[in-house]
């Protein structure tokens, strides 16, 4: 039997990157996906639930900005009609904007950042709730930069600080009906939002023109196990755990994917 059959899953950030991955693996387990992204990555979207339905999934798309909470409402509710239902919401999708010290962040850039991975994730988790039957599952998707300070990072660490602040509340809110409400940890994750000129001349100021291969010995040496990014498989089998009953007792949790980033002294 599949872990996940007969769920109705909605994804957010789901053309590319995670959000892709784990459409795919929830789908892989039996669930029914709503696809959710902007209007730029429409294309990237459609490609993302064709793999669904490669994997003889049902696959709905939606477009919606998870800043605009009227739209993102209305879209919403379409897509779960469609599917009939809403068992479990994945919150994944993310910016992270051109580092810098605190002192120095653009208030544009701040903004944004506290907007789309902090209120997007409240907005997400306020238009799904309602369509919520008997039980379900919230998954945020925080980061490890959500349970310690990245320094040139101030807009990215507080937001997914507080995205575990919104988790914990939530699972307070929502266990009585038994929703359970928990967050994914990654470390660094071999995606578009790290895998960029501008992340690897962050990561290697001291050489022109870094390449991949410069930001891999970087990331590396902050791991515990000899790799510099997991996979977004490695972050999807951990939502897929979240998602599934196999964690039906747990809330309020933060589940972390990251080489063991976190704990190196
Ligand atoms: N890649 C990493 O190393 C890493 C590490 C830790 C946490 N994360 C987090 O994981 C999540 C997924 O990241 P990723 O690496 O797949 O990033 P990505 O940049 O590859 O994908 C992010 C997706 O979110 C979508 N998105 C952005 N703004 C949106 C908005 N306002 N409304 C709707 N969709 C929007 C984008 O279109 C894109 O498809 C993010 O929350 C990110 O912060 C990433």
């Known amino acids: 039997m599949s872990r996940l059959e007969g769920l109705r899953v909605l994804v957010t950030g789901a053309a590319g990157g995670m959000g892709r991955s784990h459409c795919e693996r ?11 992204d902007v209007v730029q990555a429409k294309s990237e979207l459609e490609e993302t639930a ?3 339905r490669e994997r003889g999934g049902v696959a709905v798309t939606g477009v919606a900005d998870i800043r605009d909470f009227e739209d993102l409402a209305a879209v919403v509710a379409d897509c779960v009609a469609e599917v009939g239902g809403l068992d479990v919401v994945v919150a994944n999708a993310g910016v992270y904007d051109t580092p810098g010290p605190s002192w120095t962040v653009d208030p544009a850039v701040w903004n944004r950042s506290l907007d789309v991975n902090l209120t997007g994730a409240w907005h997400t988790v306020k238009a799904c709730v309602p369509h919520f039957g008997d039980g379900g599952s919230v998954v945020l998707v925080s980061s490890t930069a959500g349970i310690k300070g990245i320094a040139g990072a101030s807009h990215y660490s507080a937001a997914k600080h507080a995205v575990v602040g919104l988790a914990r509340t939530l699972a307070n809110e929502l266990g009585a009906e038994g929703i359970r409400v928990n967050s994914v940890h990654p470390g660094s994750v ?14 290697c100021p001291d050489i022109e023109n870094p390449t991949e291969a410069d930001a891999a ?13 997991v996979d977004p498989v490695d972050v999807s089998n951990a939502v897929l755990f979240l998602a599934s009953a196999e964690s039906r007792y747990m809330t309020g949790c933060q589940l972390v994917v990251d080489a063991g980033l976190t704990q190196k002294v």
């Open 50 to 52: 064709q793999a669904v």
């Open 217 to 229: 010995a970087v990331l590396s040496a902050r791991n515990l196990l000899p790799v510099p990014w």
């Open 26 to 36: 929830l789908a892989d387990e039996g669930a029914s996906v709503i696809a959710l």
């Open 190 to 203: 071999r995606t578009p939002m790290i895998i960029n000129e501008r992340v690897f001349a962050n990561l």
